[in-house]
């Protein structure tokens, strides 16, 4: 009996009722929340609307969104930045890549060509900018087209 009687002392009054205090936890789950929405990467690629990208069956979205540098060619040939800023010429594009390649060296991503290129666009303007951007030392191309879900 010596035993039930410590365990009714050891339980307290009857009338007391046991709780959690959730302060610490609903703290730690808005400091979870802002170390995530900190270091998340927001990737937004600003669209030229007066390109059609062409159709491409056997096309495939890029896994790793980071380091473009986007290029929109125009059926026109006009080169034109993610601002939709003209790129007149060579100097232009290459001053462009360069400084955004720095940027994203800086970063720490893999610079990559992003070209959006109309479907109506004659190829060489394509070799032109991935000639000029390999003289900026950027070397990996992705080719924006529309897909299909298989």
């Known amino acids: 009996m010596a035993s039930s009687s410590k365990l009714r002392a050891a339980k307290g009054e009857e009338g007391e009722a046991l709780t959690v205090d959730m302060s ?3 703290d730690m789950v808005f400091l979870l929340l802002l170390f995530f929405l900190v270091n998340a990467t927001i990737i937004i ?3 030229d609307p007066k390109i059609d990208p062409p159709v491409a069956k056997n096309s495939r979205k890029a896994d790793d969104g980071t380091g473009r540098i986007v290029i929109n060619i125009r ?3 006009d080169l034109y930045n993610e601002q939709i800023q003209l790129l007149a010429d060579d100097d232009a594009v ?3 890549v360069k400084a955004e390649r720095e940027v994203i060296e800086v970063q720490g991503y893999e610079p990559k060509l992003h070209l959006r290129g109309d479907r109506n666009a004659v190829f060489k303007h ?4 991935l000639r000029l951007a390999a003289s900026e030392q950027v070397d990996r191309v992705l080719f924006s087209t529309y897909g299909f879900d298989n």
Do not use: D, F, L
């Open 24 to 26: 610490p936890m609903i």
């Open 45 to 47: 690629v600003k669209t």
């Open 75 to 77: 059926e026109n040939g």
């Open 94 to 96: 290459k001053a462009y």
């Open 126 to 129: 394509c070799r032109r900018v």
